[in-house]
């Protein structure tokens, strides 16, 4: 079986017990069984019986995405898959709450007691969370991004940590990989830009962000959340680390930052988080924010079509259907070019590309070689520059 990393203290805030860490470990490894062995045997149900089932009466039929879902949800294998991969999410939040709850008081202590920081955190509780957020527990978190259980409080912020990490084999023991591979696909395809002020959107608990600060030391970093308990967290994460990020609780269509104030704009798997609607006004407000010349780089998860998979693809779906992330593969439906354009990117400028993931391996006394390494499996990226041409 496929493991990761464990974390300490110094990768995330949170100290779990033995019998935590036994839970949680089962939690990681039922996910991974349902998406190899269960996910397998659904996989031959779609190969032995539904797409030969579909070819026969249409050969469209059988590469067609919404087809093959229609006919596989009457497979026994694939609602065993599909009831077990909301189990195994539901026992991922349920297994980190049990040290979350332990802690969170000792959590909202350690923030509270914070002086001096060398970052800044500006939260609006007067903010409103998009309808879109509230309308269910984005992938089952209960109480999603933004719930306060208490005031000043962290919890959110350290479920959504401990729960991403058990959730994302190879995202390494500080759930970083995101943020590796963004900075990867950066160094590929603008060369030598050293960005002074960065913005990430939809920040969360800003674990991606804290690659960037570790690559971009004297950069002037930002990141920006609707959701309250996970900026709380992640300025308490910064600041115990000693990591300066300036944090803001806003919505991601209006920042409230000073025009022309970035030279980066930044975003790791928010989009398939938001609707269609307000990406024009999140686009808009980038471009805004950033100077000319600056860049925004989007990374989120892949589309169909780097997924030639058609059975694949439906796995993926599923997600929309039992996890709650139900604009997952409908982000892909949006002409990111024509989005940017309008937004006021040069057509030029802007790349659609492929993010292949930095991916982790503990080290073990068979595999010398792990470590960091770059995975088959990889992100959807857009790049654009505002008022400059792709160079050539
Ligand atoms: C899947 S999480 C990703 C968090 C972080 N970027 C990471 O990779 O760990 C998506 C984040 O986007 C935030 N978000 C969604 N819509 C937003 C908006 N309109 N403005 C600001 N943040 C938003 C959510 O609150 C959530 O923290």
């Not at 860490?21 to 190969?47: E, M, P």
């Not at 609780?249 to 000073?258: F, I, K, N, R, V």
């Not at 259907?321 to 439906?333: I, T, V």
Request: hydrophobic share 40%; charged share 25%.
């Amino acid at each position: 079986m496929y493991d990761t990393a464990e974390q300490t203290p110094a990768d995330h805030l949170l100290h779990p017990d033995l019998d935590e860490r036994g839970r949680q470990a089962f939690a990681k490894h039922l996910r991974q069984f349902v998406f190899t062995a269960a996910r397998g045997a659904a996989q031959n149900a779609f190969a032995q019986r539904v797409a030969p089932g579909l070819a026969q009466a249409d050969p469209a039929a059988a590469r067609d995405r919404k087809r093959v879902r229609a006919a596989l949800v009457e497979e026994p294998e694939y609602q065993f898959f599909s009831d077990l991969h909301r189990i195994s999410q539901e026992q991922i939040w349920n297994s980190s709450a049990d040290t979350v709850e332990r802690e969170t008081a000792a959590l909202r202590e350690a923030f509270l007691a914070i002086r001096k920081p060398k970052g800044s955190l500006k939260l609006d509780p007067a903010l409103e969370v998009p309808e879109y957020l509230r309308r269910m527990d984005t992938h089952c978190m209960p109480g999603s991004y933004y719930t306060d259980w208490v005031e000043n409080d962290l919890t959110n912020g350290a479920m959504y940590e401990r729960g991403g990490f058990l959730y994302t084999p190879g995202a390494g023991p500080a759930t970083d990989g995101a943020g590796r591979t963004s900075l990867e696909f950066l160094r590929a395809h603008l060369p030598g830009f050293t960005p002074q002020r960065i913005l990430d959107l939809g920040c969360g608990t800003c674990s991606p962000l804290m690659a960037w600060a570790r690559a971009f030391p004297d950069a002037e970093i930002h990141g920006l959340d609707v959701g309250a308990p996970l900026l709380r967290y992640a300025h308490l994460r910064a600041e115990t680390q000693g990591v300066a990020l300036h944090l803001k609780q806003a919505d991601a269509t209006a920042t409230g930052y000073d025009s022309g104030y970035f030279d980066l704009v930044t975003s790791h798997i928010m989009f398939h988080e938001t609707e269609a609607e307000p990406i024009p006004a999140i686009l808009a407000e980038a471009y805004r924010v950033l100077k000319p010349g600056g860049a925004l780089l989007i990374v989120d998860l892949p589309d169909a079509g780097r997924i030639p998979d058609v059975f694949q693809q439906v796995v993926f779906d599923g997600d929309a259907y039992y996890n709650n992330e139900h604009f997952w593969m409908k982000m892909h439906d949006i002409d990111w070019v024509a989005q940017l354009r309008r937004a006021g990117f040069p057509e030029g400028s802007i790349e659609i590309g492929f993010a292949p993931m930095q991916m982790y391996v503990p080290p073990t006394a068979k595999n010398a070689e792990a470590g960091w390494s770059t995975g088959r499996f990889g992100f959807f990226a857009a790049l654009a520059r505002k008022g400059a041409e792709r160079a050539q």
